[in-house]
């Protein structure tokens, strides 16, 4: 469906972005997660990654769904859709210990965001056939109201990305 979803004439052949359901990642998305970032991502996630975004929710998330009309009708106000994973943002907005990296994250330096000035967006991913029309900036946008909401010290929020992938690049600049 993924592969299909462009030829399909991508997001908007689905209802655009106004489609998108946002929510906090749930257990049942913890295996089409871990597949997802396989295709996304050049790094390999270990299985305490997608407990803390999935399950425990020790890592924050957005996540952004399709309803998915099964043919036994679908209910979006209770939830009794089947939904298709097509982004997700994760993020930390506290940490358990220091990061090699703090130090050029913000004034302070690791000790100051272990005290909560500072964010970090650890995976940020749309499918291929979404990408290109708004999905990311809206992940990400969410992503930082989220981290905002929970560190009211915030003065930063950080991110890595593979100098190669120019698209993100662009997106975090912005």
């Not at 970032?37 to 425990?56: I, K, L, N, R």
């Not at 909401?149 to 950080?158: G, H, K, N, V, Y």
């Amino acid at each position: 469906l993924f592969r299909s979803l462009r030829s399909l004439g991508g997001l908007p052949s689905l209802g655009g972005l106004a489609a998108v359901r946002f929510r906090k990642l749930q257990a049942s998305d913890r295996k089409e997660l871990k597949l997802l970032h396989s295709e996304w991502f050049p790094v390999s996630y270990p299985d305490g990654f997608y407990e803390e975004a999935c399950v425990t929710g020790t890592l924050g998330s957005v996540a952004a769904v399709l309803p998915i009309e099964d043919g036994k009708g679908c209910n979006q106000m209770h939830n009794s859709c089947k939904e298709l994973l097509i982004g997700a943002a994760i993020f930390r907005t506290s940490f358990p210990e220091p990061r090699f990296d703090m130090d050029s994250v913000v004034q302070g330096g690791a000790q100051a965001c272990m005290a909560g000035a500072a964010g970090y967006v650890l995976t940020l991913g749309v499918v291929d056939g979404a990408r290109g029309y708004g999905l990311a900036r809206e992940l990400l946008d969410r992503a930082f109201a989220a981290i905002q909401a929970e560190l009211p010290q915030l003065r930063a929020i950080w991110v890595h990305v593979a100098c190669y992938n120019q698209p993100a690049m662009a997106l975090y600049e912005k």
